[in-house]
């Protein structure tokens, strides 16, 4: 798993930009599904074919990064955030613009030694920052072929840390992809099983809405990142999540705004953890949703749940998973696959 989490995490596909990703993906199920196809939207759709009731796995491919808005005459590149970010995590990253080729920069801003006294005191927004690639003009930049939408992305490689646990950036949902993709390869579920790799998930479930949509599965699983909670500071969100305790089980989430969870959905993936003496964790969330929210309101209703992978320092370059999680979800996810049809019925 270690090298499949890697090779997705170091690859970069903000939200909209996912070309490298899917292609990634694409290579890792070939040979393991029975059809795979890129729908309008760009999910990757890889589907195994077998009984007439359909399970749809989704876990999306896409990071938060960001577009170049504006480029000035001295060749500094000023960018548009793409997803969710807290403004002080972008600056002084290193980060990589798909043009003709990757061109790498970095993202500064006034320096301190610069700024009055008031300017000191107060975050730095990401409107205030810029690409500095290096360039000397603006000409410079457009024969790089960087240009307005030129999307931005960061740049970090995954490193171990100690007691089996790693850090990288887009584990957000990277990890789950990995996951997801690991599921699919193992199981020997009589069902038919789509695994889909969807697009555009942090600006608005984008994808997910389109392929639940198309398929109109029987029954989804959402596989994704959740907050850990067991850091300095993190007390006052009175949650229980921990790295190392195992796989979550989404309950609720975004207070209800987003998913809850459905009992007949919770009872299979609980009784499917208990059974097999599988670790996992139970999530009531006040804030975030997931790909699960949109396909369980998709037609007239899908039933999803959402197994994630706790996550320290979700949407930052230096996201922070334990690798025995990792191995649970997958583990959980597999026999979920393979037991589906003693809680649900074909319903189409």
């Given amino acids: 798993m270690i090298e499949l989490i890697k090779k997705l995490s170091n690859a970069h596909g903000v939200s909209g930009y996912e070309d490298e990703l899917r292609e ?76 003709k080729q990757k061109i790498y920069g970095v993202i500064g801003c006034k320096p301190p030694h610069l700024m009055k006294d008031e300017e000191r005191k107060k975050s730095i927004e990401i409107s205030d920052m810029f690409v500095d690639i290096g360039a000397r003009s603006k000409e410079d930049v457009f024969n790089l072929g960087i240009s307005v939408g030129t999307p931005v992305a960061l740049d970090r490689e995954v490193a171990m840390l100690a007691n089996n646990r790693i850090t990288g950036k887009a584990f957000d949902n990277r990890v789950g992809v990995g996951v997801a993709i690991e599921a699919f390869r193992r199981s020997k579920s009589k069902e038919t099983i789509h695994l889909v790799a969807t697009v555009q998930e942090e600006v608005g479930l984008k994808g997910a809405k389109t392929s639940a949509f198309s398929i109109e599965p029987n029954v989804a699983i959402a596989v994704d990142s959740c907050v850990s909670a067991d850091f300095p500071g993190s007390e006052s969100a009175h949650m229980d999540i921990a790295l190392g305790k195992g796989a979550v089980i989404t309950v609720v989430d975004a207070s209800g705004r987003g998913l809850i969870v459905s009992q007949a959905v919770l009872r299979w993936l609980r009784e499917t953890a208990e059974k097999h003496k599988i670790p996992y964790q139970l999530e009531v969330a006040e804030g975030g949703t997931t790909d699960a929210s949109a396909i369980n309101l998709t037609k007239s209703g899908i039933p999803a749940g959402v197994v994630s992978i706790p996550a320290r320092y979700i949407h930052s370059p230096v996201e922070v998973v334990d690798l025995n999680d990792v191995n649970t979800a997958v583990e959980l996810i597999t026999r979920a696959t393979e037991n589906v049809r003693e809680y649900f019925e074909v319903k189409k």
């Fill in 24 to 99: 990634i993906i694409r290579g890792e199920l070939e040979g393991t599904a029975d059809e795979i196809k890129i729908d309008s939207m760009g999910n990757l759709i890889a589907t195994r074919n077998g009984s007439e009731f359909e399970l749809m796995l989704s876990a999306h491919m896409d990071e938060i990064g960001f577009v170049v808005k504006q480029i000035d005459d001295r060749g500094f590149i000023r960018i548009a955030p793409i997803g969710g970010w807290f403004s002080q995590i972008a600056l002084a990253q290193r980060v990589v613009l798909y043009a």
